[in-house]
């Protein structure tokens, strides 16, 4: 038999999926609705699977599974979204998920998907593929230029957008603020704005900043 535990704040959803995989032979399958419970489950019970809403309020899917994977460092892990999380693939596969599950799947796409990150294979959305390990974040503006912010760019780009100052930056990616300066000038020059705000408002328009920021 294998273990799975789904982590989601829609506890109709996250029911509702519980019942799906319960439906298939040799799954076991409980649900929980925090963090802070799923991670009270880990005190007693290690599972084969979880499966991870990445968009939750007291403790995101990132830093639960950063959590999990502190206390069990092999867990198979998949984030679970309606989200476009292709500005956090970086991030996710660094910290070691196994893989992503889109909330528009059918329920035979989403089984099989389950299925595969038991066997140990990795699951990925195939127009999500290609943005996996991208070195940057590119669009292109509305004028035509093309625009490509580095992960550190982007990073800048999210922490300005939840609303950071210079140096609770510096202090939030470890540099001096005259180095977050320096970002935000370059920033600034590839997508032609001047100024923070126009520069959030460009971002989520073309798309390098994340639909949801965590």
């Known amino acids: 038999?294998?273990?799975?535990?789904?982590?989601?704040?829609?506890?109709m959803v996250g029911e509702g999926t519980k019942r799906l995989?319960?439906?298939?032979?040799?799954?076991?399958v409980d649900f929980v609705s925090t963090g802070a419970k799923a991670l009270e489950m880990?005190?007693?019970?290690?599972?084969?699977?979880y499966i991870i809403d990445l968009n939750m309020p007291d403790q995101n899917g990132i830093e639960l599974t950063q959590a999990i994977k502190e206390k069990y460092a092999n867990a198979r892990i998949l984030i679970?979204?309606?989200?476009?999380?292709?500005?956090?693939?970086?991030?996710?596969a660094d910290i070691g998920v196994i893989g992503f599950l889109s909330k528009s799947y059918s329920n035979?796409?989403?089984?099989?998907?389950?299925?595969?990150?038991l066997a140990d294979l990795a699951v990925i959305p195939a127009k999500w593929l290609y943005e996996l390990r991208r070195t940057d974040h590119s669009a292109q503006l509305m004028n035509g230029d093309h625009v490509s912010l580095t992960d550190m760019e982007q990073e800048v780009l999210i922490l300005v957008n939840k609303g950071m100052s210079n140096d609770d930056i510096a202090e939030h990616?470890?540099?001096?603020?005259?180095?977050?300066?320096?970002?935000?000038?370059?920033?600034?020059?590839?997508?032609?704005?001047?100024?923070?705000?126009?520069a959030?408002?460009?971002?989520?328009?073309?798309?390098?900043?994340?639909e949801i920021i965590l």
């Not at 995989?21 to 076991?28: F, K, V, Y």
């Not at 990616?173 to 126009?198: D, G, H, P, W």
Request: aromatic letters at 10%; proline letters at 1%.
């Open 80 to 92: 679970y979204t309606g989200y476009d999380t292709s500005a956090y693939f970086n991030r996710l």
């Open 42 to 49: 880990l005190d007693n019970k290690e599972y084969d699977l």
């Open 200 to 210: 959030i408002e460009t971002g989520k328009k073309i798309g390098v900043l994340p």
């Open 173 to 198: 990616i470890n540099v001096s603020r005259r180095t977050v300066e320096r970002y935000l000038t370059k920033i600034f020059q590839k997508m032609n704005v001047s100024s923070r705000a126009e």
């Open 108 to 117: 035979e796409q989403f089984v099989h998907a389950v299925m595969c990150a």
């Open 1 to 11: 038999m294998k273990t799975i535990l789904i982590v989601d704040d829609h506890k």
């Open 21 to 28: 995989l319960s439906d298939e032979q040799n799954l076991i």
